[in-house]
């Protein structure tokens, strides 16, 4: 079946620093991707997401890349600040699919030391 | 505020015994999901409702029922729970796929 992995569980950088999060996913039809990012004892919150017709996208502070040739795709972080330590989900949806089901990957923790 | 609602946050059940998950949605979505989160397994979809009336299972539907009550609310039901079924739980919904998914806050159950 199809899948959605992060290379990392845990990610620790230094404040002031970038992060960079990795997720691969396995089904060449999926078309539709998200970041989320979830803190302790909260769902899952939307931080971006990115259609395959674009190689990156830029929000406020994030950048998310996709590779559909090896069908990888990353978020980056500027200036990693504490507040941005959380766990950080991809997910991976086809546009097809009528449902919009998203598969999630198993998430990777963001540390900021200080 | 608007968003996806659930309730309870906790629960805890012993073996055997059944409960129902709720979860209600105020953005007129269309679509709604049950997800549960495992430690190191991140979210796998229990069951979905693409649309009012229409419910489909997921990757792990076993042990569980669904009822799309309405447009806006969308329960979970345990008819036996078992220790395995220990998780915490999250209700989605979604409108346009642009807009992602909006979650609940989760319902931590425990079953002894």
């Known amino acids: 079946g199809e899948s959605v992995g992060l290379h990392l569980p845990t990610l620790s950088v230094q404040e002031g620093d970038n992060s960079i999060i990795n997720c691969a996913y396995s089904n060449s039809a999926s078309d539709y991707f998200i970041w989320y990012k979830q803190e302790s004892g909260k769902g899952p919150q939307f931080i971006i997401d990115?259609?395959?017709?674009?190689d990156k996208r830029q929000g406020q502070r994030v950048t998310v890349l996709l590779n559909k040739t090896v069908k990888h795709l990353s978020l980056q972080i500027a200036a990693t600040q504490p507040g941005d330590s959380a766990v950080y989900f991809c997910?991976?949806?086809?546009?097809?699919?009528?449902?919009?089901?998203?598969?999630f990957g198993s998430g990777t923790r963001l540390l900021v030391r200080p | 505020n608007a968003g996806v609602t659930q309730t309870p946050k906790f629960q805890v059940l012993k073996t055997g015994q059944s409960m129902t998950l709720q979860c209600a949605q105020d953005?007129?979505?269309?679509?709604m999901y049950w997800y549960r989160q495992d430690p190191g397994m991140g979210l796998r979809l229990i069951y979905y409702?693409?649309?009012?009336?229409?419910?489909d299972k997921g990757e792990v539907p076993n042990g569980y029922n669904v009822s799309r009550l309405n447009k806006r609310e969308f329960s979970l039901r345990l008819e036996s729970a078992a220790p395995s079924q220990t998780s915490v739980y999250f209700c989605?919904?979604?409108?346009?796929?642009?807009?992602?998914?909006?979650f609940g806050s989760g319902t931590r159950l425990t079953v002894v």
């Open positions: 997910a991976a949806s086809s546009m097809m699919d009528s449902s919009y089901k998203l598969i």
């Open positions: 989605a919904s979604s409108g346009l796929l642009d807009y992602g998914y909006t």
């Open positions: 990115i259609r395959s017709n674009m």
């Open positions: 953005m007129n979505h269309n679509s």
């Open positions: 409702s693409a649309s009012e009336g229409t419910t």
